[in-house]
Nanobody, 131 residues
Framework: QVQMAESGGDSVQTGGSLRLSCVVS?????????MAWYRQAPGKEREGVAA?????????ADSVKGRFTISRYDDKKTLTLYLQMDNLKPEDTAMYYC??????????????????????WGQGTQVTVSP
């Protein structure tokens, strides 16, 4: 059973940077996967931020392209997912979560964006960006 634990959230000013981390366990070290970062602000729907596949292919939402970068460290024993966030804006304020879908890519069997069939949701880490 895949489990994720997010960390790294903080309060920063506009234009600042943060690096989020997500430690992943139980994902089956030889399995294909799509792992992703999501965020949810109060009163808003969950939004897919960025995703990475087991072959290293990355995808970033248009709202964060050029500012956020997803990466991962995977040595088949441990896997840590990262989200480098630069040039932060107040609209980036949200709770950030990581989640995984195993035996799949980020586009198959369905798009990763909604996250409805992803698992391992952790407690999240709060990012607050002040004007």
């Amino acid at each position: 059973q895949v489990q994720m634990a997010e960390s790294g959230g903080d309060s920063v000013q506009t234009g600042g940077s943060l690096r989020l981390s997500c430690v992943v366990s139980g994902y089956g070290y030889d399995s294909s996967y799509c792992m992703a970062w999501y965020r949810q602000a109060p009163g808003k729907e969950r939004e897919g931020v960025a995703a990475v596949e087991s072959d290293g292919t990355t995808i970033h939402a248009d709202s964060v392209k050029g500012r956020f970068t997803i990466s991962r460290y995977d040595d088949k024993k441990t896997l840590t997912l990262y989200l480098q966030m630069d040039n932060l804006k107040p609209e980036d304020t949200a709770m950030y979560y990581c989640a995984a879908r195993l035996k799949s890519t980020c586009r198959w069997p369905r798009s990763w964006v909604g996250g409805s069939d992803f698992a391992g949701w952790g407690q999240g880490t709060q990012v607050t960006v002040s004007p």
